[in-house]
């Protein structure tokens, strides 16, 4: 397996989305999503990707970790959290010494441990409150 800090393309994120049944997103706006991604990887795996990552956000203190996907016939394998590690190394190595970093992440339902396996707390904890979402079509 090759693990690489870019996007994956358009088909490759499409195919992906879909092995995990989230369907499929419009082509346009994929392609707008990936190009203002902060941070990505892509690992691939034979004639294709296997999965993927990424960091969206300010580029300075607030980011949100999404679209973290691996293909069913390869989890299990470590591949989802040495993505996310990657991510978040890459993030904190660009921002300067005395600033502060937030990265949030919205789990799927029974993969909080996942997220927690990676340094992440629970919400709501302490003075942080409950995360809420808002989806708008």
Same mark, same amino acid.
């Given at each position: 397996?090759k693990?690489?800090l870019?996007a994956?393309? %358009?088909a490759?994120f499409?195919?992906?989305y879909?092995?995990v049944?989230w369907?499929?997103?419009?082509?346009?706006?994929?392609?707008y999503a990936?190009?203002?991604?902060?941070?990505?990887?892509?690992v691939?795996?034979?004639?294709?990707a %296997? !999965?993927m990552?990424?960091?969206?956000?300010d580029?300075?203190?607030c980011?949100?970790? %999404?679209? %973290?996907?691996?293909?069913?016939?390869?989890?299990?394998?470590?591949?989802g959290k040495?993505?996310?590690?990657?991510?978040?190394?890459?993030?904190?190595a660009?921002?300067?010494?005395?600033?502060?970093?937030?990265?949030?992440?919205?789990?799927a339902?029974?993969?909080e441990?996942?997220?927690?396996?990676? !340094?992440?707390?629970?919400?709501?904890a302490g003075?942080?409150?409950?995360?809420?979402?808002?989806?708008?079509?």
């Amino acid at each position: 397996m090759k693990y690489s800090l870019t996007a994956p393309t %358009v088909a490759e994120f499409n195919d992906l989305y879909a092995a995990v049944g989230w369907g499929r997103l419009p082509e346009a706006q994929v392609a707008y999503a990936l190009a203002h991604t902060a941070y990505a990887i892509t690992v691939r795996a034979g004639d294709g990707a %296997v !999965g993927m990552a990424r960091l969206i956000g300010d580029g300075a203190f607030c980011y949100e970790l %999404v679209d %973290v996907i691996t293909r069913p016939d390869y989890q299990g394998q470590g591949i989802g959290k040495h993505m996310c590690q990657q991510l978040i190394d890459a993030a904190r190595a660009a921002k300067a010494p005395s600033w502060g970093l937030a990265i949030d992440v919205f789990s799927a339902a029974g993969k909080e441990g996942f997220y927690q396996s990676l !340094g992440f707390t629970l919400r709501p904890a302490g003075p942080h409150g409950a995360g809420l979402t808002l989806v708008t079509r």
